[in-house]
């Protein structure tokens, strides 16, 4: 069985940094693409950035420039460094691995961005 576990999440005021950690335990070998999602209240889940076994990334137009994603294949890890918070990124962010076409989702951490 699998499971994603993610940590880093907080308050943090606007301007502000925050870095998620994902990782994942259990019979997972080879993680095609591991990636951030976020549910805002009343919103529905969007992708942030994801990262592929090539190291190819890709992410919202709402976020470049400021979160930054990498990973660790050796430790099953995905990382999201969050820079220059705006109250519009306050959410709930999950991570999600993606490995012989099974997507896994961790259980969420809140991220609030809040003066």
């Known amino acids: 069985q699998v499971q994603l576990v993610e940590s880093g999440g907080g308050s943090v005021q606007p301007g502000g940094s925050l870095r998620l950690s994902c990782v994942a335990s259990g019979n997972i070998f080879i993680i095609n693409v591991m990636g951030w999602y976020r549910q805002a209240p009343g919103k529905q889940r969007e992708l942030v950035a994801t990262?592929?076994?090539?190291?190819?990334?890709n992410y919202a137009d709402s976020v470049k420039g400021r979160f930054a994603i990498s990973r660790d294949n050796a430790k099953n890890t995905v990382y999201l460094q969050m820079n220059s918070l705006k109250p519009d990124d306050t959410a709930v962010y999950y991570c999600?691995?993606?490995?012989?076409?099974?997507?896994?989702w961790g259980q969420g951490t809140q991220v609030t961005v809040s003066s």
């Open positions: 999600s691995f993606y490995s012989r076409g099974i997507a896994y």
């Open positions: 990262s592929t076994s090539e190291e190819t990334t």
